[in-house]
């Protein structure tokens, strides 16, 4: 049954949507910034639990977004090819618009569920919607997207939507100035700069390798390689090494009056269904609506490989959205894409949307070593990491905590901590350092994340330990490894792979019930648990790490230690020998999929 008293709702931490008079009900931990709690810690307020912390259902909502994202794809390429008079296959539109779909279709089936669970479980009497020109919250292409989307003016925007279309809550529109959502003069004037910068010496980059190129090249962008190894992989397939970026993407206004004519069919929907419709007709990037054309030209006038023999990136394929329409057209004439990984996780983490992307729209997948079963999946080992550069560590150094934070606010989905999740995961840090001996602590260094995502992560550390050396995220990984004794490893992702891969002494602890491990990966991992290198506790990492202080080198080089560590990096971070054999092998064998 609701709770009897009645709340006023507040959605998001922008402060001038709530109220300070009333019993207040916030509907998740991102409302709660950590240097405004002298604010809502004086409040009569409630927290709406969140429908995440339960893990099970977190994985039923992924696979039921996974069917709901094909079906929506499928409209969505319908009523775009119909829109533009094009008719692109749906591999184009997955290549193309499916990285924005995704992302968005999970993070607001998020938003749509805390509302409704706010309303089943809370009496709630009013909210505030701060009134936003519709223009101002839609993206310009993916990488503008996810800038958006971890604001809590966009949150607040899109929570607003849903109060305000699909409930009954009673609301009070707040008007903002345009100050509120418009940059200063003075920062669109250095940006504008910046970017004619970029400008001239990308499409100067360009001229000189398209002047160098062949029509039919290989065709090699952000290949997560070094600039020496890329270069030798180009001169192996036999062809002038050469390097190419994408131009800056041009800014397109959204025209609310043509967004009326582009409608995915929402009147036969109800519910959460009927949501994602209307409002992805409304937020679609500009770039795939109303820029769609210039886009076009952009790509048509890209002096790249008309008939590349095949494509290989191990980054573009997300962000870029030039690269992304280039590749699509590409693609649907029959060239080949080859995707490398580009990080942690994968092969690893018991879901993620980004892995299954990346596997639906490549022809070849290349791995650091591990393969599920797929045809697509290659082998290489790992793109980042070669074996000619040994890694360095310092006997005598120090620790080196290596930790992350995510966005307040859930967005594409894999399996590791969400929203709020992120507070349990800095109080592990805390319990960690906690349980290393007083000496030990002051031959810690904690690195931040760089995104701070509003967390307060500096805050948080020097209030509860004024004396530790924190590290903003922002400097070199290298110089830092140099002179650490011990790398400490927190969370499922790249780090650890690179420390592992290098052989750098490493001691890795996370709670695996917010970073769930794939089946097919539990026995490596419990292999490095056998000999000391996972721990499932914050306490069991500090206590070994205490163990082995004072010979960490003797440790290390035991032989179960290091048999323990070839058989987990021979499938998830190989460093081979023959990286490049490897990779002319993957590349030149290819042979372009399906061409839906």
Same mark, same amino acid.
């Given at each position: 049954?609701?709770?009897?008293?009645?709340?006023?709702?507040?959605?998001?931490?922008?402060?001038?949507?709530?109220?300070?008079?009333?019993?207040?009900?916030?509907?998740?931990?991102?409302?709660?910034?950590?240097?405004?709690?002298?604010?809502?810690?004086?409040?009569?307020?409630?927290?709406?639990?969140?429908?995440?912390?339960?893990?099970?259902?977190?994985?039923?909502?992924?696979?039921?977004? %996974?069917?709901?994202?094909?079906?929506? !794809?499928?409209? @969505? /390429?319908? =009523? *775009?090819? +119909?829109?533009?008079?094009?008719?692109?296959?749906?591999?184009?539109?997955?290549?193309?618009?499916?990285?924005?779909?995704?992302?968005?279709?999970?993070?607001?089936?998020?938003?749509?569920?805390?509302?409704?669970?706010?309303?089943?479980?809370?009496?709630?009497?009013?909210?505030?919607?701060?009134?936003?020109?519709?223009?101002?919250?839609?993206?310009?292409?993916?990488?503008?997207?996810?800038?958006?989307?971890?604001?809590?003016?966009?949150?607040?925007?899109?929570?607003?939507?849903?109060?305000?279309?699909?409930?009954?809550?009673?609301?009070?529109?707040?008007?903002?100035?345009?100050?509120?959502?418009?940059?200063?003069?003075?920062?669109?004037?250095?940006?504008?700069?910046?970017?004619?910068? %970029?400008?001239?010496?990308?499409?100067? !980059?360009?001229? @000189? /390798?398209? =002047? *160098?190129? +062949?029509?039919?090249?290989?065709?090699?962008?952000?290949?997560?390689?070094?600039?020496?190894?890329?270069?030798?992989?180009?001169?192996?397939?036999?062809?002038?090494?050469?390097?190419?970026?994408?131009?800056?993407?041009?800014?397109?206004?959204?025209?609310?009056?043509?967004?009326?004519?582009?409608?995915?069919?929402?009147?036969?929907?109800?519910?959460?269904?009927?949501?994602?419709?209307?409002?992805?007709?409304?937020?679609?990037?500009?770039?795939?609506?109303?820029?769609?054309?210039?886009?076009?030209?952009?790509?048509?006038?890209?002096?790249?490989?008309?008939?590349?023999?095949?494509?290989?990136?191990?980054?573009?394929?997300?962000?870029?959205?030039?690269?992304?329409?280039?590749?699509?057209? %590409?693609?649907?004439?029959?060239?080949? !894409?080859?995707?490398?990984?580009?990080?942690?996780?994968?092969?690893?983490?018991?879901?993620?949307?980004?892995?299954?992307?990346?596997?639906?729209?490549?022809?070849?997948?290349?791995?650091?070593?591990?393969?599920?079963?797929?045809?697509?999946?290659?082998?290489?080992?790992?793109?980042?990491?070669?074996?000619?550069?040994?890694?360095?560590?310092?006997?005598?150094?120090?620790?080196?905590?290596?930790?992350?934070?995510?966005?307040?606010?859930?967005?594409?989905?894999?399996?590791?901590?969400?929203?709020?999740?992120?507070?349990?995961?800095?109080?592990?840090?805390?319990?960690?350092?906690?349980?290393?001996?007083?000496?030990?602590?002051?031959?810690?260094?904690?690195?931040?994340?760089?995104?701070?995502?509003?967390?307060?992560?500096?805050?948080?550390?020097?209030?509860?330990?004024?004396?530790?050396?924190?590290?903003?995220?922002?400097?070199?990984?290298?110089?830092?490894?140099?002179?650490?004794?011990?790398?400490?490893?927190?969370?499922?992702?790249?780090?650890?792979?690179?420390?592992?891969?290098?052989?750098?002494?490493?001691?890795?602890?996370?709670?695996?019930?917010?970073?769930?491990?794939?089946?097919?990966?539990?026995?490596?991992?419990?292999?490095?648990?056998?000999?000391?290198?996972?721990?499932?506790?914050?306490?069991?990492?500090?206590?070994?790490?205490?163990?082995?202080?004072?010979?960490?080198?003797?440790?290390?080089?035991?032989?179960?230690?290091?048999?323990?560590?070839?058989?987990?990096?021979?499938?998830?971070?190989?460093?081979?020998?023959?990286?490049?054999?490897?990779?002319?092998?993957?590349?030149?064998?290819?042979?372009?999929?399906?061409?839906?």
């Amino acid at each position: 049954m609701p709770e009897s008293v009645k709340r006023f709702l507040i959605t998001t931490a922008d402060e001038r949507s709530w109220r300070t008079d009333c019993p207040v009900l916030f509907l998740g931990e991102w409302c709660r910034l950590y240097d405004r709690r002298e604010v809502w810690q004086q409040l009569d307020a409630r927290i709406v639990p969140y429908h995440w912390d339960d893990r099970e259902q977190l994985y039923r909502d992924y696979l039921y977004l %996974r069917e709901q994202y094909e079906i929506l !794809l499928g409209d @969505l /390429s319908e =009523a *775009l090819n +119909r829109f533009h008079g094009v008719q692109h296959s749906l591999r184009y539109w997955r290549i193309l618009v499916g990285p924005w779909l995704g992302y968005f279709i999970q993070m607001l089936f998020d938003r749509w569920t805390m509302i409704q669970r706010a309303i089943c479980d809370y009496e709630i009497n009013g909210t505030v919607l701060l009134d936003l020109p519709t223009g101002k919250v839609i993206p310009n292409g993916k990488a503008d997207f996810e800038k958006h989307c971890f604001r809590d003016l966009w949150n607040h925007h899109i929570y607003g939507r849903i109060l305000d279309g699909w409930t009954t809550v009673p609301y009070k529109r707040i008007t903002l100035n345009e100050s509120d959502f418009t940059p200063a003069l003075k920062t669109t004037l250095a940006r504008s700069l910046k970017q004619l910068v %970029r400008r001239v010496s990308v499409n100067g !980059l360009n001229a @000189l /390798s398209g =002047a *160098l190129s +062949r029509r039919t090249d290989m065709f090699v962008i952000t290949s997560c390689l070094s600039l020496k190894e890329d270069f030798r992989l180009q001169l192996a397939i036999g062809q002038f090494p050469l390097r190419w970026e994408s131009p800056p993407l041009p800014e397109i206004a959204a025209d609310l009056q043509l967004r009326k004519q582009f409608r995915m069919n929402a009147t036969d929907h109800t519910g959460f269904d009927s949501c994602v419709r209307s409002l992805i007709s409304e937020q679609i990037p500009t770039l795939y609506l109303e820029g769609y054309k210039t886009l076009q030209r952009i790509v048509e006038q890209l002096p790249w490989p008309r008939c590349p023999q095949a494509i290989f990136t191990s980054n573009s394929f997300s962000n870029d959205d030039v690269f992304k329409a280039w590749a699509a057209a %590409r693609v649907e004439a029959g060239v080949s !894409l080859v995707i490398g990984q580009h990080g942690g996780h994968y092969g690893t983490g018991r879901w993620s949307y980004n892995e299954e992307h990346e596997l639906a729209i490549a022809d070849r997948y290349l791995t650091w070593g591990w393969t599920n079963g797929s045809p697509k999946h290659y082998p290489v080992g790992m793109l980042n990491v070669t074996a000619r550069v040994p890694g360095v560590w310092n006997p005598r150094g120090g620790i080196l905590l290596v930790t992350t934070v995510h966005p307040r606010y859930s967005y594409w989905l894999f399996s590791i901590m969400v929203a709020g999740q992120t507070a349990h995961y800095l109080s592990d840090q805390f319990r960690f350092v906690a349980a290393l001996p007083l000496e030990l602590r002051e031959q810690l260094l904690i690195r931040l994340f760089a995104a701070d995502y509003g967390w307060s992560q500096a805050a948080r550390w020097q209030d509860r330990y004024p004396s530790v050396r924190l590290d903003p995220g922002t400097s070199p990984m290298e110089p830092l490894i140099r002179q650490s004794r011990i790398y400490v490893a927190t969370y499922n992702a790249t780090t650890f792979l690179e420390s592992l891969g290098r052989n750098i002494p490493t001691i890795m602890f996370w709670n695996t019930k917010h970073s769930e491990l794939r089946p097919s990966a539990k026995p490596y991992f419990e292999k490095l648990r056998q000999v000391g290198i996972f721990h499932g506790s914050p306490e069991s990492a500090a206590a070994k790490i205490d163990e082995i202080w004072d010979n960490v080198e003797s440790w290390w080089n035991q032989r179960e230690i290091q048999e323990a560590r070839l058989y987990f990096c021979n499938s998830f971070a190989r460093v081979s020998e023959c990286q490049v054999q490897a990779l002319k092998e993957a590349l030149t064998t290819v042979r372009s999929g399906r061409k839906a």
